[in-house]
């Protein structure tokens, strides 16, 4: 935890945190991103006892595209890569706490690699009301690096096969590696998206300008609840 950031006014905006993967570590390279359950229900229980409410992705679209505000203490808790622990890990504990969370897919990986959900998955949690999901790209490259061509199947694709899967319209887009520039999001944009996410960090001033894409707060295994509250209001726990 940094002294200095808990000596820095909170930052006002919609507050959106990034995760990957839940439970036991099950990839020595990403153990830091894997967030036990008991931690996670810590935080979650942080989040509620503080009086923050959790959006999924359509009320943050909506509200964006009214130039609404957004409740005081609003959050938006989203998971990058659509893992399987996902599923097994978080799903139950955010249904217990009826909590809501975005998950943000690479069409391409579901229902094919045992890692990641399945689509009965994806419509299961879907249904229940508590989950939203948006694409990651297909095949989760750097768009940064492809042809305006790829980049456009890239976002395209993976728009169309979510659609046609959930039956509802995904507005929001999140590059893999956050690797985004004008080019890039020029094209997001014109697939149709109207946000997109990255992984610089910060909170989200709102009403978002759109001119750079939104700031998420990195959470990570080594955190503690002080790194957690600094990651809800200043959008990050490290300098
Ligand atoms: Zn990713």
């Not at 305006?148 to 039956?167: F, H, M, R, T």
């Amino acid at each position: 935890m940094s002294l200095i950031l808990t000596l820095l006014p909170p930052r006002k905006g919609l507050a959106v945190l990034m995760y990957h993967h839940f439970g036991p570590v099950t990839c020595r390279q990403e153990a830091g991103f894997f967030i036990p359950d008991e931690m996670f229900e810590r935080q979650l229980d942080y989040i509620l006892n503080k009086g923050y409410k959790t959006l999924s992705f359509s009320e943050v679209e909506t509200a964006s595209a009214q130039k609404r505000p957004l409740p005081a203490k609003a959050v938006l808790i989203t998971l990058d890569d659509g893992w399987k622990d996902n599923y097994t890990n978080a799903y139950p504990i955010i249904k217990k706490k009826n909590v809501k969370i975005n998950i943000f897919l690479n069409t391409g990986d579901i229902s094919r690699d045992a890692r990641y959900l399945t689509w009965d998955e994806v419509k299961e949690m879907r249904s229940c009301g508590l989950v939203q999901f948006a694409p990651h790209g297909v095949s989760h490259k750097r768009l940064r690096s492809l042809t305006d061509a790829q980049i456009k199947d890239e976002v395209s694709k993976s728009k169309q096969k979510l659609q046609e899967q959930l039956g509802v319209e995904v507005k929001s887009f999140c590059y893999p590696y956050g690797a985004a520039d004008k080019r890039v999001r020029q094209i997001v944009f014109d697939a149709g998206y109207s946000l997109d996410f990255g992984t610089r960090k910060g909170v989200c001033p709102w009403p978002w300008d759109g001119k750079k894409p939104i700031k998420r707060a990195h959470i990570m295994a080594c955190d503690d609840l002080k790194d957690f509250h600094l990651n809800l209001t200043r959008g990050r726990c490290r300098l």
